[in-house]
């Protein structure tokens, strides 16, 4: 699988404040990044793949309300992990 328990704490410990920091805007946002470039692989190969396409919507979606939370309630760590990231935006 992709996205293992181990590949998971890499990225709560690389973007979050601990390393069992799961809940934090800025894990989130990494994972949902990580997620969606997998999905994106998928869909270059794929590209009839409409129930994959659909769930990669959903998490861009889902990762463009969490910056936008994040920017209404702290830009500057908006601005951090946009940039950490390499977010259009």
């Given amino acids: 699988m992709y996205l293992d328990s181990a590949k998971k704490e ?8 601990g390393k ?3 809940g934090s805007a800025e894990s989130q946002v990494a994972l949902f990044s990580f997620r969606i470039a997998h999905l994106t692989e998928h869909l270059r190969k794929n590209h009839k793949d409409f129930a994959t396409s ?9 990762r463009r309300r969490m910056l936008d939370y994040l920017a209404a309630k702290d830009i500057n ?3 951090a992990i946009v940039k950490e990231l390499g977010l259009r935006r």
């Fill in 10 to 17: 890499e990225i709560f410990a690389k973007y979050g404040k």
């Fill in 20 to 22: 069992n920091d799961t």
């Fill in 54 to 62: 659909r769930s990669m919507k959903m998490l861009v979606g889902k």
């Fill in 77 to 79: 760590r908006y601005r």
